[in-house]
């Protein structure tokens, strides 16, 4: 059986697992859920986190220097960014359409809602400024992602202008680099009984009862993560990128599948780059620069949720927003984006921003709560495709490296 398949099975056991134990309760579902699940979920996102920041700086230090032409560097920077800006403008704007069509807070009635502390997030210039580490090894280690991308591109330029003599340092990274897919593929083999374990979790915490009340406000999320999957991204591949969009998802789905176990696009990066080189023949050069950058500013399966929480909350309240207040939401979701780590329920905070200018209580983001870890596995599998889907598309734009693309 394949590795994919294997997760897949994992998944389903793990379901089937989690309601059981949320039915039974009790002794068995606490020692359960606090000795094997648990533990296991926590062990399998921490073999892949470990491996993020080396991977991150190795990959995007050889993506850059691989790019020897300043001119062709800026030229890739700029498609890219622009890429990721307009499909997560795209990605709410479905979000609030889809919203006001199928109405998911019409007639629920008003919870009380419980306290939630907001995180106050960055401002735009802070977030420029911030970009540059003043201690790169104290980026590396907080998780900075912002701040290693600056370094790492900053060592990447630099080996690409200094010629032979950085020659053994690009051997270096390299040889680190080949070590780390290794890892990965090592890391792999415990997918699918991490996959399982974090199922189980989830699903045994929530329970089924949870899941119900909310599953109007889960339709349409789901439509529209689809939706933005099939129409946005597929338009996309077809166009641009010259492939099947059905192919292209067939080859990456064992990262996706790993993206939804996790619910951390950073966390999903070092496989998602080694499909994209392995099964996509993206160049390592464009995958090395496009997907690490994608996992910190592309969150479109994010600013999905936070268009419908919102309209869903609005509803619920009876609160109507103009034409106005939803285009200051597509564009304070669009950059509170930027800068944003890849991290699970990063998107609640993300969420509360957005709430408070339109002037909707951040308080009720506890509603959403109860749903949000199941809806975070399947947005961070969008945010994972969306970065695969720019770097394809990024490297079929940029001519002599065609016959490294795989046909339609």
């Keep these: 059986m394949s590795l994919t398949k294997k997760i897949i099975v994992a998944m389903v056991l793990g379901a089937i697992v989690g309601l059981s134990l949320?039915?039974?309760g009790g002794d068995i579902y606490d020692v359960s859920q606090k000795y094997v699940l648990y533990p296991l979920g926590q062990i399998f996102i921490s073999l892949i986190k470990m491996l993020v920041v080396p991977i991150v700086v190795v990959s995007l230090v050889l993506g850059t220097a691989g790019i020897s032409d300043p001119k062709k560097l800026g030229r890739i920077g700029f498609k890219t960014i622009s890429f990721f800006i307009i499909t997560t403008a795209i990605a709410l704007t479905l979000a609030l359409a889809l919203g006001a069509v199928f109405q998911p807070?019409?007639?629920?009635?008003?919870m009380e809602v419980g306290s939630f502390e907001a995180e106050e997030a960055p401002t735009i210039v802070e977030t420029f400024i911030n970009i540059i580490p003043t201690n790169p090894i104290d980026a590396m280690a907080k998780g900075e992602m912002l701040q290693i991308i600056a370094f790492s591109i900053f060592i990447g330029f630099g080996l690409s202008q200094i010629g032979h003599k950085g020659d053994r340092i690009?051997?270096?990274?390299?040889q680190a680099n080949e070590l780390l897919m290794y890892l990965v593929q090592v890391v792999m083999k415990f997918a699918p009984y991490g996959a399982f374990a974090l199922i189980a979790d989830a699903v045994a915490s929530q329970g089924a009862g949870a899941l119900l009340s909310m599953v109007k406000y889960m339709f349409v999320v789901l439509l529209t993560l689809l939706v933005h999957l099939f129409v946005t991204y597929g338009s996309a591949l077809a166009v641009l990128g010259k492939i099947n969009p059905i192919i292209f998802i067939k080859k990456f789905s064992p990262a996706m599948i790993v993206a939804f176990s996790t619910s951390s696009s950073s966390g999903t990066l070092p496989v998602s780059m080694r499909v994209a080189q392995e099964n996509l023949n993206v160049p390592k050069s464009v995958s090395g620069f496009v997907q690490p950058l994608g996992a910190t500013i592309n969150m479109d399966g994010t600013a999905i949720m936070q268009g419908v929480a919102t309209m869903f909350i609005a509803q619920m309240y009876g609160v109507n927003l103009s034409f106005t207040e939803m285009?200051?939401?597509?564009?304070?979701a669009t950059l509170a984006s930027i800068g944003t780590a890849g991290a699970p329920g990063v998107g609640l905070i993300m969420l509360s921003m957005v709430l408070?200018?339109?002037?909707?209580p951040v308080e009720a983001i506890s509603l959403v709560l109860g749903v949000d870890r199941i809806l975070d596995m399947c947005r961070t599998s969008v945010n994972v495709t969306g970065d695969a889907a720019a770097a394809f598309i990024i490297a079929r734009s940029e001519r002599g490296r065609e016959e490294e693309i795989p046909s339609a």
């Design 327 to 332: 285009l200051t939401v597509v564009l304070t």
């Design 170 to 174: 690009y051997a270096l990274f390299e």
């Design 22 to 24: 949320n039915t039974i």
């Design 356 to 360: 408070t200018t339109v002037g909707l």
């Design 105 to 110: 807070g019409a007639g629920v009635k008003p």
